[in-house]
């Protein structure tokens, strides 16, 4: 099994964008569907994005329109684009591919109102 990396959280004020990466050493990120996922504080861990192996993309649907799933398959890395952040978009957000049960420790995202 692999191990996801994320990186590139960061505090950010209401309206701002952030770009979040998950590295999956070892791994062809074009071969297995590859999933983001946030956890909001005293939430359940949610689905937010997820690329599959031929390219198409699915998102929550209240999200949809502001977040953009793409991949690097020279850099084993996804990349999770999100604009227009707000307060309630703050958490802990962590990627998996569908081929493994193991998490990375995840990147966290605060939004300031």
């Known amino acids: 099994q692999v191990q996801p990396v994320e990186s590139g959280g960061g505090l950010v004020q209401a309206g701002g964008s952030l770009r979040l990466s998950c590295a999956v050493a070892?791994?062809?990120?074009?071969?297995?569907?590859i999933g983001w996922y946030r956890q909001a504080p005293g939430s359940q861990r949610e689905f937010i994005a997820l690329?599959?192996?031929?390219?198409?993309?699915v998102y929550l649907p209240s999200l949809k329109g502001r977040l953009s799933i793409s991949r690097d398959n020279a850099k084993s890395t996804v990349y999770l684009q999100m604009s227009s952040l707000q307060p309630e978009d703050t958490g802990l957000y962590f990627c998996r591919p569908s081929t493994s049960t193991l998490w990375g420790q995840g990147t966290q995202v605060t939004v300031s109102s």
């Open positions: 690329i599959r192996a031929d390219g198409t993309t």
């Open positions: 070892g791994m062809n990120v074009g071969t297995s569907p």
